[in-house]
């Protein structure tokens, strides 16, 4: 199956830095998406981005399909940023795959206040 | 807009036990999916409903677990028996349509002893 690939698995930051989250995949995929689970487990979803750049607030994904990696920006972090970040890809391929996530190990992220 | 409910947040059950978790999607949504999450690791699709049909089950170890979704609305998740390794986290998702954009539940948290 698809290898999904985050990078770095931890990273500590100082309020207010900028950091840069890497997610790479083995295949071909139909969608990306990025999801935050904060320190309670919630899993929130915060791009749905298959390709090219999108932004809201301080943070900015973007998804190069073509050489199969994307990357999320967080700027200015704040100590709310703090928890596991994840990446889950959907394989093409159509039919069944269709909506069948396989997620990346996380980057756990904590930032000082 | 309610989001996706789940019952109960936490259970401990001793090995060989039978438990049932419960998923209560969000309104509209015709694709639910189950994903177990073990400490450490991001979340692994266990099995995927189109309305009230099975689309991917592939992950699911049918042996011992069973997901239902009768009427196309809410679902149920069902291990017996349960072993030491299926302690993990259940979380449930859903989506407008396959492939759209997934919302998770706040998860079940299963310690089987």
């Known amino acids: 199956g698809i290898q999904v690939e985050q990078s770095p698995p931890d990273l500590i930051l100082q309020e207010g830095a900028n950091s840069t989250l890497r997610c790479n995949f083995s295949?071909?995929?139909?969608?990306l998406q990025w999801f935050h689970q904060n320190p309670w487990g919630q899993l929130i979803n915060l791009f749905y981005?298959?390709?090219g750049t999108k932004q809201n607030g301080r943070l900015s994904a973007t998804t190069v399909a073509t050489e199969r990696y994307s990357l999320l920006y967080i700027s200015s972090s704040q100590t709310t940023d703090s928890g596991v970040y994840f990446c889950?890809?959907?394989?093409?391929?159509?039919?069944?795959?269709?909506?069948?996530?396989?997620f990346g190990q996380g980057t756990i992220l904590t930032v000082h206040p | 807009e309610a989001g996706v409910a789940q019952s109960p947040r936490y259970k401990i059950i001793e090995k060989r036990q039978s438990v049932a978790f419960w998923c209560n999607p969000i309104s509209g949504h015709a694709t639910l999916y189950w994903y177990q999450q073990i400490l450490g690791q991001g979340p692994k699709l266990l099995i995927q409903f189109q309305n009230n049909g099975v689309v991917d089950d592939s992950q699911l170890p049918k042996d011992r677990f069973s997901a239902e979704r009768l009427k196309g609305v809410d679902s149920t998740l069902k291990i017996q028996p349960a072993k030491l390794e299926d302690s993990a986290v259940y979380l449930c998702?859903?989506?407008?349509?396959?492939?759209?954009?997934?919302?998770f539940g706040p998860g079940t948290r299963l310690t089987v002893l």
């Open positions: 889950a890809v959907d394989p093409s391929g159509g039919g069944t795959s269709y909506g069948k996530l396989t």
């Open positions: 981005i298959p390709s």
């Open positions: 998702a859903s989506s407008t349509t396959p492939g759209t954009t997934q919302y």
């Open positions: 295949d071909s995929v139909n969608n």
